[in-house]
């Protein structure tokens, strides 16, 4: 029983549901299991998985081990001996565990020996900020926590420390504090490799004077030693795969001869990042100042020669506007960078253009300066025109940070997902995947909505409600391409802590390649804003058929320790 104190003149009682298995869960269990003994033997168990969930890979070895661990969990059954098997209770046990009974795979199980340009790579903005982008700390912290949740991609903005004889990495012309570039280096190598073992890319906004980009290469070598990636000729006609770059940190920066016209030490004539587009729509960013003959610029002392022999991805855009800048070279493959509202203005006049030029080169997309408050943008679009590093702002929360999360969830959450094949490969007329055409629906999902449970072991009763239980709903959408966009809500079941809905939704998906399923929960309020009760965000490529327990997260992206659904997922 629960307790709440009402007007401070009574005890309100409300009664805690017990978690009763939803009729599918007892179905199932019959179905499969021996009528007579009323239990589930391993090789039952084992045909469930194969049939029931579509687990196709499962073994017979699998089935018996899970088994024994909800034995172990539920009874403390430890002997090898004794034939097992599982009675209903702990069929819904296993059912509803987050770890033997996941929605999607912790697995690598992509090929991973394509070129970097046929993966989306979990990406960072401005890694080293704690807060906002105008006057927050700078850090390493931020770094090593992008890094351990799987980010692949840091990006440091270089500029003279106050003495002009050392490096600081902060956001330039700005309040925000530095943080030494040594410190952020010797940061990435100790954690590059904790979350996943494929390639780490730093990106390099590079406001340095000759001088100190030499200092920045004998930094960079002599932290990473034989860790660096040093390609073999100065452009790569195409980029190396993850498998190739296992444990390897790769640097993309423009090339040092574009920065030799600025005499100012602060660099004050180099562009920033977050400076307004040009009309055609590509930014002078970081990296992008036109390239132009090597006649045009003075030698380079040696130095900066090692500083330029480091960059494996070479970024920067010819001269011209976009159309130049999407053109695909033979000879070289290399990193574009353009704003979010850049990759707008592209996508409406260009859209196959980009998706051309992501089949070989990489594309970087970025906020747009106006989000000082570290703020991200919607990613569908960047993904389904090719872009491989979406950069994000890691610091913050909110929907398009959940969906970031989502992606890269895929593939074992190893930050490479395989881009579909269609944005891959040209017809034998030359063209390629059209964004804008219109598409038949190509698969089918169905998401049953049984139950929640958890809520009350994770919050405070009074979390939700003041005087009594919460009246929870959950929102079931699709984020993708615009046509499969949509959200749809169970009913509302009130002053419940273990709230049971039974509600099947139907979703048609014409590019389910880059569906994301997002699961959030609410408490409703009647006289004030829901309550906010979990949520997560599932790539739909990744998740298996049937029964699943599907744990929620908070608004910043951590698990809850008890809170989960138990969801089934059907595709036609």
């Not at 990006?155 to 050392?166: A, H, I, K």
């Not at 703020?375 to 993904?383: L, V």
């Amino acid at each position: 029983m629960g307790n709440y104190r009402v007007c401070l003149c009574f005890i309100r009682r409300f009664k805690m549901s017990t978690d009763e298995p939803p009729s599918d869960v007892k179905e199932a269990f019959l179905k499969y299991a021996s009528a007579a003994a009323a239990n589930m033997t391993v090789e039952q168990f084992h045909s469930f998985l194969v049939e029931f969930q579509g687990d196709q890979t499962a073994s017979m070895a699998d089935a018996q081990r899970i088994v024994e661990q909800v034995l172990q969990r539920r009874h403390h059954v430890i002997s090898k001996l004794t034939k097992h098997s599982l009675n209903l209770d702990d069929f819904y046990y296993y059912l509803f565990s987050m770890d033997l009974n996941p929605p999607v795979s912790d697995q690598v199980h992509q090929d991973m020996r394509a070129p970097l340009s046929h993966y989306y790579i979990y990406t960072s903005h401005n890694t080293y900020l704690t807060g906002n982008q105008l006057s927050s700390d700078s850090s390493d912290v931020p770094i090593i926590n992008a890094l351990k949740s799987g980010v692949r991609v840091v990006e440091l903005d270089l500029w003279p420390n106050s003495e002009e004889d050392d490096i600081d990495v902060l956001h330039g012309r700005t309040l925000t504090t530095p943080v030494e570039f040594v410190r952020c280096l010797k940061s990435i190598k100790e954690n590059a490799f904790i979350a996943s073992p494929y390639p780490v890319i730093i990106t390099l906004e590079d406001h340095l004077t000759p001088d100190l980009q030499a200092k920045a290469a004998e930094n960079i070598k002599e932290t990473f030693g034989d860790m660096l990636f040093f390609p073999e000729a100065e452009y790569l006609q195409e980029f190396p795969s993850p498998e190739e770059l296992k444990y390897r940190i790769i640097i993309s920066t423009k090339p040092p001869k574009e920065y030799l016209r600025s005499k100012n030490v602060k660099g004050e004539n180099s562009s920033s990042e977050d400076e307004t587009d040009d009309e055609d729509g590509v930014d002078t960013s970081e990296s992008e100042s036109s390239e132009s003959d090597d006649s045009d610029y003075e030698s380079y002392a040696t130095g900066v020669s090692e500083y330029k022999r480091l960059i494996a991805i070479h970024a920067g855009k010819p001269k011209g506007g976009l159309k130049e800048a999407l053109k695909v070279g033979a000879d070289k493959a290399r990193r574009l960078s353009l704003s979010e509202k850049a990759l707008k203005k592209a996508t409406k006049s260009h859209g196959m253009d980009v998706i051309r030029f992501t089949q070989k080169n990489m594309l970087r997309i970025y906020p747009k300066g106006t989000r000082v408050n570290s703020s991200n943008y919607n990613p569908m679009s960047a993904w389904l025109h090719g872009a491989q590093m979406v950069a994000f702002n890691m610091q913050g929360y909110g929907k398009s940070l959940s969906l970031m999360y989502g992606m890269f969830r895929s593939n074992g959450g190893c930050g490479y997902v395989k881009k579909p094949d269609f944005l891959l490969t040209v017809d034998p007329h030359g063209k390629v995947f059209d964004p804008n055409a219109k598409l038949p629906v190509k698969k089918t999902l169905k998401v049953k909505v049984y139950m929640g449970v958890g809520w009350n072991l994770d919050f405070e009763s009074t979390h939700f409600h003041l005087y009594s239980p919460p009246d929870f709903y959950a929102r079931i959408g699709i984020a993708g391409a615009p046509d499969d966009a949509i959200i749809k809500r169970t009913e509302i079941k009130e002053e419940t802590w273990s709230p049971v809905w039974n509600e099947e939704f139907t979703y048609p998906l014409t590019i389910p390649e880059l569906a994301l399923l997002r699961i959030e929960v609410y408490s409703y309020n009647i006289s004030d804003k829901d309550v906010f009760g979990g949520q997560n965000c599932l790539p739909v490529p990744e998740v298996k058929a049937g029964i699943h327990a599907v744990p929620l997260f908070d608004r910043k992206g951590s698990k809850y320790s008890s809170v989960k659904l138990l969801l089934r997922f059907e595709f036609s």
